[in-house]
C-alpha cells in the first residue's frame, strides 16, 4: 500500500511547498515533532539540491506501510548534471557552491534508509526512508 | 448586421439568459453558482448581456475601456478565472442556441452571425486573462511587501543589548535582508549583544544555517557578540544531526535565558526590588 503526491521544484518557493507537503504527511503518517522536523529539514535540503545544481526536479512523497511498520519516503528526482564523487559529496564539508557542505550527510543522518542513484549527465534520484517507531 | 444582431439579442435577452444560467447550472452539478447570490446571478448575466450588445453598436475604444472594466471587476470579486471563462462561452453558446430555434440563424448568414460573435469573444477573453493575472500579480507584489516588513528589524530593548525576532521562512532574499538590517542596527544601536531569536522559523536547514553563521560572523566584525536564541528541541536534533557546528555560538533555548546571560555579559543583572 502507498499514497503518494508530489511538487515540482523550479522556483525557490517550492522547497517551502515540498516541505510543507512533507510535514502534512508526517503527521497524517503519526510522526512525532522530532521526526516531523527531521522529515521537512530532508526535505528542504534535497529540494534545494535539485534548485542549487539541477535546476529543476520534482518531490514525491511516498507513505509506506510493511506490515505493522508505517513510514515515509522521500524521492528527490532530477535530470540534472548528476553527482560525479558521490563518496566525496557524502563526507561532511564537501561542496561545490560554497556551502556547508552538510546537506546530503546531513540527510542521511536525519533518515533511516538513505539511497542515491545518479549518472553523470542523466540525473539523480535519492530515496530516503523514516519509520515510524 | 451588427444593428440587427444587436436588436435581436436585446429582445431576446430574457429567454437568452434564461438558457445561460441553464447551462451554467448543467456545469458541475451547478458547483459555480452555489458561491454567487441570485441577484448577482442576474446582474452578471445582464451585464454580459449589455457588453454584448456594447460591442456591436459602440466603436473599438469605447468597447475595449467596457470590457476592461468588466473584466477588472470578475476579477475583483475574486470568482475564479475557469467559472468567468465558463460563464463567456456559455453565453455565446446560449445565444447560438437561441438563434437555432427561433430560426434567426441559417445557413446564409450563420459564418457572419458566427465570426460577430467571435469578434466579441476573443477581446474579451485576452481582458479577462489580463485583468486577472495583473490582480495576481499586484497580490503577490502585496504578499512580498508584506514579508518584507515582517522581516526581521533590529530592537534595542536595553543600553548595549538588541534582539533581531526572525519569523517565518528565510530563502536567499529575507537572508540578504536581515544580514543588512542586523549589521546597521548594531551600528546604530551601539549594540554589544545582538541576540538572534528564531523561535518562529519553521526549518533550519544548512542554508538557513549558514546564513546565520555568516551573519554572526560580520556581527563579531563590527564588534560586537551575536548570539542564537530561541533554538527548540526538535531544531537542536536537526542541527545535531546535519553536524553544523554552532561552537562558536552562545545559544539558548529562550530568549529569556539569552537576555539573561547578555546582561551577565554587559555587567549588569536583573534584580528584585523589595517592597517597602
Ligand atoms: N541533485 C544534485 N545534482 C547534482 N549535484 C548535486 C546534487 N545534490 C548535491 N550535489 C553536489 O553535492 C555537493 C554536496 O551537497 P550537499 O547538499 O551535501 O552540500 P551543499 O549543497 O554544497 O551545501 P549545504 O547543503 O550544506 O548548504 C554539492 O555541492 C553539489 O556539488
Ligand atoms: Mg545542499
Given at each position: 500500500m502507498s499514497i503518494e503526491s508530489s511538487v515540482d521544484i523550479i522556483t525557490e518557493w517550492d522547497i517551502v511547498a515540498a516541505r510543507q507537503l512533507g510535514r502534512n504527511e508526517a503527521k497524517e503518517v503519526g510522526f512525532g515533532t522530532v521526526d516531523q522536523a527531521r522529515i521537512t529539514t530532508a526535505i528542504s535540503e534535497l529540494a534545494r539540491n535539485i534548485y542549487l545544481y539541477a535546476g529543476k526536479g520534482k518531490i514525491t512523497i511516498e507513505r509506506i506501510a510493511d506490515g505493522a511498520m508505517k513510514g515515509i519516503v522521500i524521492i528527490a528526482a532530477d535530470q540534472g548534471p548528476?553527482?560525479?564523487?558521490l563518496r566525496k559529496v557524502m563526507e561532511?564539508?564537501?561542496?561545490?557552491?560554497?556551502?556547508?557542505?552538510?546537506g546530503m550527510p546531513g540527510v542521511k543522518r536525519l533518515m533511516d534508509d538513505f539511497k542515491v542513484d545518479t549518472e553523470v549527465g542523466v540525473g539523480t534520484t535519492i530515496t530516503a526512508t523514516k519509520w515510524l517507531r | 448586421m451588427n444593428v440587427t444582431l444587436a436588436s435581436y439579442i436585446r429582445e431576446n435577452l430574457n429567454p437568452i439568459l434564461e438558457s445561460w444560467k441553464q447551462f451554467m447550472e448543467e456545469e458541475e452539478e451547478g458547483k459555480f453558482f452555489q458561491i454567487m447570490s441570485d441577484d448577482m446571478i442576474d446582474s452578471t448575466a445582464h451585464e454580459l448581456g449589455e457588453l454584448m450588445i456594447f460591442s456591436l453598436t459602440e466603436n473599438n475604444q469605447e468597447f475595449a475601456r467596457k470590457v476592461e472594466e468588466f473584466s477588472v471587476k470578475m476579477a475583483r470579486h475574486g470568482w475564479s478565472i475557469s467559472f468567468v471563462m465558463k460563464a463567456l462561452t456559455n453565453f455565446t453558446e446560449a445565444i447560438y442556441h437561441h438563434m437555432g430555434q427561433t430560426g434567426f440563424l441559417n445557413d446564409n448568414n450563420s459564418g457572419n452571425y458566427i465570426r460577430l460573435i467571435n469578434n466579441w469573444l476573443t477581446p474579451l477573453n485576452h481582458s479577462i486573462v489580463e485583468a486577472y493575472s495583473k490582480t495576481w500579480e499586484r497580490t503577490v507584489q502585496l504578499q512580498k511587501m508584506a514579508l518584507q516588513e515582517l522581516s526581521a528589524s533590529l530592537i534595542p530593548v536595553f543600553d548595549k543589548i538588541s534582539v533581531m525576532p526572525l519569523v517565518g521562512t528565510i530563502d536567499t532574499e529575507r537572508a540578504k535582508l536581515i544580514m543588512e538590517n542586523l549589521l546597521q542596527g548594531v551600528v546604530k544601536h551601539r549594540s554589544e549583544v545582538v541576540l538572534l531569536d528564531i523561535?518562529?522559523?519553521?526549518v533550519v536547514d544548512t542554508m538557513v544555517a549558514h546564513h546565520i553563521i555568516q551573519a554572526a560572523d560580520a556581527v563579531r566584525l563590527v564588534g560586537a557578540k551575536c548570539m542564537l536564541v530561541g533554538i527548540r528541541p526538535e531544531i537542536a536534533q536537526t542541527i545535531v544531526a546535519l553536524g553544523i557546528n554552532l561552537n562558536d555560538f552562545t545559544t539558548t533555548s529562550t530568549l529569556q535565558r539569552g537576555m539573561e546571560q547578555a546582561l551577565a555579559i554587559t555587567n549588569r543583572q536583573i534584580v528584585e526590588v523589595e517592597e517597602q
Open positions: 548528476g553527482i560525479p564523487d561532511d564539508g564537501y561542496t561545490t557552491s560554497g556551502g556547508l557542505g552538510a | 523561535t518562529g522559523v519553521p
